[in-house]
Nanobody, 118 residues
Framework: QVQLVESGGGLVQAGGSLRLSCAAS????????VGWYRQAPGKQRELVAA???????NAADSVKGRFTISRDNAKSTVYLQMGSLKPEDTAVYYC????????????WGQGTQVTVSS
């Protein structure tokens, strides 16, 4: 079965920390770029952080210095360590794997809710 299974979401207070995990199955995980996206109610889905097959990363300016993306190819898992959480981080967070090399490939997780209270 080809899928991404997320875990680690929940409710935290402002200033707290949370770690999201996303386990992939049914794909050769190591050949894909991985990323985390988020979507708040009434807003567009936006990139939070991404990592290429070579380990290069990029992140949204709003989370730089607070969030860290990592991957474990042996476990086919991508992580998002979130610290110094703010109420504006509240959103549904989605895991993604993709490749831009043709033919393109794109796979999304089901989403997990992260709520940061004031």
């Amino acid at each position: 079965q080809v899928q991404l299974v997320e875990s680690g979401g929940g409710l935290v207070q402002a200033g707290g920390s949370l770690r999201l995990s996303c386990a992939a199955s049914g794909i050769l995980f190591s050949i894909y770029t991985v990323g985390w996206y988020r979507q708040a109610p009434g807003k567009q889905r936006e990139l939070v952080a991404a990592m290429t097959t070579g380990g290069s990363t990029n992140a949204a300016d709003s989370v730089k210095g607070r969030f860290t993306i990592s991957r474990d190819n042996a476990k086919s898992t991508v992580y998002l360590q979130m610290g110094s959480l703010k109420p504006e981080d509240t959103a549904v967070y989605y895991c993604n794997v993709h490749r831009t090399t043709l033919p393109a490939y794109d796979l999304w997780g089901q989403g997990t809710q992260v709520t940061v209270s004031s």
